[in-house]
């Protein structure tokens, strides 16, 4: 029987599309390589909502105030540093007005002490089951195409007299 591992390193989400970065192990060959996925389709809802729970870990670990901003979480890395392994969170503060500020966070799961460490590793669990529905079913909105209308198929719509 066949054994693959996949672990996921990278989860990002640029102008509604996701972005993953992950290893695949064979334990047959011992064969390992690294996977760039790139979704052709928007992001559904789920993903959105998991990765934006880590908005929660974000505020507690480097202890943000967030006031007349909106947190938006963007995408996370996990490497492997020794029987450690290092979190950075990519963020942004949107106040609807001005340009966004770009944060970045950085966790060490296995040194850094956190109170929630059982909830972090939940969220992130949450984040990469939705990511792998995507690369390995295809995931999206429930729907085998996206109907694209332009200005010339208004013209197609009977109007109400």
Known sequence: MKKVQIT????????????????VFNENTGDNHVVTYENGYPVHPDFNEALQRMGYHLVKIIGLEVTGCELII???QRQNCGDTQL??????????????NNIVARFCIGRDEYDSLDLLLEDLSACEREAMAYIETGKRFGQGAFIDIDDTDLYTCPTAA
């Not at 990278?10 to 993953?20: R, T």
């Not at 979190?87 to 966004?100: E, F, G, K």
């Open 8 to 23: 996921i390193s990278l989860l990002s989400v640029k102008d509604g599309f996701l972005k993953a970065r992950y290893e």
């Open 74 to 76: 963007t995408g996370y």
């Open 87 to 100: 979190l950075t969170v990519y963020a942004r503060l949107d106040n609807h007005l001005s340009a966004c």
